[in-house]
């Protein structure tokens, strides 16, 4: 079982930066096996993909969030993170950190087997 523990996000302005944290334990927990990534979901909305590593090494992001976001790694401390640029009100959401083993859509939802807590974005214009 893997556990995923979600921190940061909180309110800010159109056009700033945000920090988002989520930090990944198993006992033999190694990011080289698990594909990694963020959505969101605003309110009344369906779940949105937002940027994923892939176990491999690659990366890739939604057309929505292209060259405003940066996802991480810490291996060190096996915390992924998630860098927001230019933000606009309406990446109000509530982000989540996501981890799968396998992954067979890499940005589909229902591929992933272990989910963060979530946390709350709001952008204020």
């Known amino acids: 079982q893997v556990q995923l523990v979600q921190s940061g996000g909180g309110l800010v302005q159109a056009g700033d930066s945000l920090k988002l944290s989520c930090a990944a334990s198993?006992?033999?927990?190694?990011?080289?096996?698990?594909?990694m990534a963020w959505f969101r979901q605003g309110l009344g909305q369906e779940r949105e993909f937002v940027t994923a590593?892939?176990?491999?090494?690659?990366?890739t992001s939604a057309d929505s969030v292209k060259g405003r976001v940066v996802s991480s790694k810490d291996f060190t401390n096996n915390t992924l993170y998630l860098h927001l640029f230019r933000l606009k009100p309406e990446d109000t959401a509530v982000y989540f950190c996501?981890?799968?083993?396998?992954?067979?859509?890499?940005?589909?939802?229902?591929?992933?087997?272990?989910w963060g807590q979530g946390t709350q974005v709001t952008v204020s214009s």
């Open positions: 996501a981890a799968t083993r396998r992954v067979e859509v890499i940005d589909a939802a229902r591929s992933y087997e272990y």
């Open positions: 590593w892939r176990n491999r090494g690659g990366s």
């Open positions: 198993s006992p033999t927990f190694n990011f080289n096996m698990y594909t």
